[in-house]
T-cell receptor, first 109, second 111 residues
Framework: GIQVEQSPPDLILQEGANSTLRCNFS?????LQWFHQNPWGQLINLFY???GTKQNGRLSATTVATERYSLLYISSSQTTDSGVYFC???????????FGKGTKLTVNP | DAGVIQSPRHEVTEMGQEVTLRCKPI?????LFWYRQTMMRGLELLIY????????DSGMPEDRFSAKMPNASFSTLKIQPSEPRDSAVYFC?????????FGPGTRLTVL
């Protein structure tokens, strides 16, 4: 099956810093989503982005489908950005999402 | 919209007991997913339904696990008999097109 690798596995920032999280996938995909799991365990959908670039406030994402990677940018990080960020992909129109292991982000005040 | 609703939020049970987890998807969504999250295996898809019909249950670990969706607003995931290795957070998610929306999860502890 398709492999999803996220890097870095852990990231510690000071409030106000910027960061880039990466997601590599091993095959072409129809669907790519980024999620944030907050410290209380809630999973929030950030972006549906199988290709191209999207922005939502301080967050933006870019997927280069031909090169099989996606990037999540967080600018001016805040302590509330802490948590685990997951990339998930789906291929073949099945609706089955395969999740990466996530990047654990800690933003210190 | 209330979002995806799951109950119970926490469940502690003893090995061998039957456990039933419940999910109410977002109204109007036609796909429903059950996931399990553990430290060792991460987030895994167990089964998903489309228009109340099970489409893929290849992620269901074994026959002790079963899932039903009797109507568009309700689904259950049942474990019988439960074992300590079933301890995990179980998430339900729903979608109408491609974006999946997750419920708060049920933390299951099997002693």
């Amino acid at each position: 099956g398709i492999q999803v690798e996220q890097s870095p596995p852990d990231l510690i920032l000071q409030e106000g810093a910027n960061s880039t999280l990466r997601c590599n996938f091993s095959d072409s995909v129809n669907n790519l989503q980024w999620f944030h799991q907050n410290p209380w365990g809630q999973l929030i959908n950030l972006f549906y982005i199988p290709s191209g670039t999207k922005q939502n406030g301080r967050l933006s994402a870019t997927t280069v489908a031909t090169e099989r990677y996606s990037l999540l940018y967080i600018s001016s990080s805040q302590t509330t950005d802490s948590g685990v960020y997951f990339c998930a992909v789906e291929q073949g129109g099945s609706e089955k999402l395969v999740f990466g292991k996530g990047t654990k982000l800690t933003v210190n005040p | 919209d209330a979002g995806v609703i799951q109950s119970p939020r926490h469940e502690v049970t003893e090995m061998g007991q039957e456990v039933t987890l419940r999910c109410k998807p977002i109204s109007g969504h036609n796909s429903l997913f059950w996931y399990r999250q553990t430290m060792m295996r991460g987030l895994e898809l167990l089964i998903y339904f489309n228009n109340n019909v099970p489409i893929d249950d290849s992620g269901m670990p074994e026959d002790r696990f079963s899932a039903k969706m009797p109507n568009a607003s309700f689904s259950t995931l049942k474990i019988q008999p439960s074992e300590p290795r079933d301890s995990a957070v179980y998430f339900c998610a729903s979608s109408s097109l491609v974006t999946q929306y997750f419920g708060p999860g049920t933390r299951l502890t099997v002693l």
